[in-house]
């Protein structure tokens, strides 16, 4: 770490009670199973935490006060307060595809830009971090923010008026975590034809 800051990686996760990822949800997807949601959670994890450039922190488990009770905007805003000082990704663990290489990217925006974002084609974003260099986390983000849907980005802009902002590589939406979608029943023919 040439800055001498740490740099912290959040992982947004699918435990109850634990501030959503920012993602947008907007379009209908099949569900993933709960079980399936936590095996690629932990997956990530492992591939991101044996990297020395950051250290990795299931946002579960870190100290901000409980989220469960709080709107998704002021709970994300809490996890980014919590952390130690300097840069610092939120990201959803769901989206299939986050590695080193991404991750090391957006801190790599960080040293040109207050803030960095991870889009995804439905107007969500897989990740989204702060530089921190000196500043507090900006009052207005995630303010008046329409989760869930496409404008989830763009809102969260919205609150970052006057930031040099960044973006690194689009990657799909995630299947949101769930019981799975329920399969259709087999569609019985409007004709049966007899062969004798």
Do not use: N
Not at 63 to 79: D, M, N, Q, V, W
Not at 84 to 106: N, W, Y
Not at 146 to 164: I, K, N, P, Y
Not at 173 to 194: H, I, M, N, S
């Amino acid at each position: 770490m040439a800055d001498g800051r740490c740099r912290t990686v959040l992982l947004l996760g699918t435990r109850p009670g634990l501030a959503p990822a920012p993602s947008t949800g907007a379009l209908e997807r099949p569900r993933l199973s709960f079980p399936l949601a936590r095996l690629r959670e932990r997956a990530l994890h492992r591939r991101l935490a044996h990297d020395r450039r950051w250290s990795v922190l299931d946002a579960s488990r870190c100290p901000a006060p409980r989220s469960c009770a709080a709107p998704e905007g002021e709970a994300l805003a809490r996890l980014l307060r919590a952390t130690p000082p300097g840069p610092v990704l939120l990201v959803d663990s769901r989206v299939p595809g986050i590695g080193r290489a991404q991750i090391a990217e957006a801190f790599a925006a960080l040293t040109r830009a207050d803030a960095v974002f991870g889009p995804t084609p439905e107007g969500g974003y897989w990740l989204m971090g702060l530089a921190r260099a000196g500043r507090p986390v900006p009052g207005a983000l995630f303010r008046d923010v329409r989760w869930h849907s496409r404008h989830v980005l763009g809102d969260t802009l919205a609150g970052l008026q006057g930031q040099r902002v960044a973006f690194v590589t689009p990657l799909d939406e995630p299947a949101p975590p769930g019981p799975p979608a329920a399969e259709e029943p087999p569609r019985q023919p409007a004709l049966r034809l007899v062969v004798t």
